[in-house]
């Protein structure tokens, strides 16, 4: 089976775009922002950022949810921010054919996203740290990099074309849902 991380920073649009990826395709998604512990939303949401010690259960348990959709025959797409190679790592451990598309965009307009957002836990004043946490996306890691300035319906042909993916042209839009599309989570 085939996995697609999308992930960037937040306001990069990887819930936007992860969404219209599984629909094109016809894959499980997932919202990785499900998969926090308690104790990580309510730090994020104090405007602390997360140090690895966080991240590490949080990592571990999507890359078994996405073992766990391989066993059972489902490809899958996952929001993930996977901001450093060694988070990616963990990731690209599950099961399957696992690929990144890393979103990138100027700071300003990302920036500009997050304030606009609302019912997100993670406030602006994060993406500083974010940024400079962003470890891009190497030519020696599975994915692609898609340039985030475009209405999202172009971001994920791009994406789909560097991928070497077809979209599932025709299909009724329906989606399989793993975890996270219908908890009202704001998309960024």
């Not at 949810?65 to 489902?74: F, I, L, Q, T």
């Not at 399957?96 to 836990?121: M, S, W």
């Not at 994915?143 to 999202?152: D, F, R, S």
């Amino acid at each position: 089976m085939q996995h697609l991380i999308v992930m960037g920073v937040a306001g990069s649009g990887k819930t936007t775009v992860a969404v219209l990826l599984a629909q094109r395709l016809g894959w499980t998604f997932a919202e990785a922002d499900d998969f926090h512990p308690p104790a990580n939303v309510a730090k994020m949401a104090a405007g602390t950022p997360l140090d690895d010690d966080d991240r590490a259960p949080w990592l571990a348990t999507i890359a078994q949810w996405v073992s766990e959709a391989d066993a059972a025959g489902r490809s899958t797409v996952v929001t993930c921010s996977a901001l450093r190679r060694a988070y990616r790592d963990v990731l690209a451990s599950a099961a399957g054919d696992v690929r990144f598309v890393h979103l990138e965009g100027d700071p300003e307009l990302i920036g500009a996203r997050i304030a606009q957002r609302t019912g997100h836990f993670m406030p602006p004043t994060l993406l500083p740290s974010q940024l400079a946490t962003l470890e891009p996306l190497r030519d020696d890691e599975p994915g692609v990099v898609v340039p985030i300035g475009a209405p999202p319906e172009e971001v994920v042909e791009q994406a789909l074309v560097a991928l070497g993916l077809e979209g599932a042209a025709g299909t009724d839009g329906g989606l399989a849902s793993g975890r996270g599309l219908d908890d009202g989570h704001a998309p960024d």
